[in-house]
Nanobody
């Protein structure tokens, strides 16, 4: 049973935009924190943005502040990542994740993961 499913990845030129979607099961969506992580080739997975689904509070990695926006649609159990002003260094596999507790401001303790969606930004 798929609990987190990402979509919306693709190829875009630098300066372009993409919107990623993460559809979650009801069980997962109630886990309070949902996030997007990116993993570039040969690098470790890094946190991009987190949202507290209870109140909509958000937190971003410094590298994406002002360019990316995480949001949610509670009626659809879906979290989005709007990616603007994309750069070649944003190229990565993007994963959706969820956690129950911990802090909004840490990238740890995520127990639930999707399969990922690829974003490729060309210069």
């Amino acid at each position: 049973q798929v609990q987190l499913a990402e979509s919306g990845g693709g190829s875009v030129q630098a300066g372009g935009s993409l919107r990623l979607s993460c559809s979650a099961s009801q069980y997962i969506y109630t886990k309070h924190y949902m996030a997007w992580f990116g993993q570039a080739p040969g690098k470790e997975r890094e946190g991009v943005a987190i949202i507290y689904t209870g109140g909509g509070i958000t937190y971003y990695a410094d590298s994406v502040k002002g360019r990316f926006t995480i949001s949610q649609d509670k009626a659809k159990n879906t979290v989005y990542l709007q990616m603007n002003s994309l750069k070649p260094e944003d190229t990565a596999m993007y994963y959706c994740a969820a956690k129950t507790g911990g802090s909004l401001y840490t990238w740890t303790d995520f127990a639930y993961w999707g399969q990922g969606t690829q974003v490729t930004v060309s210069s």
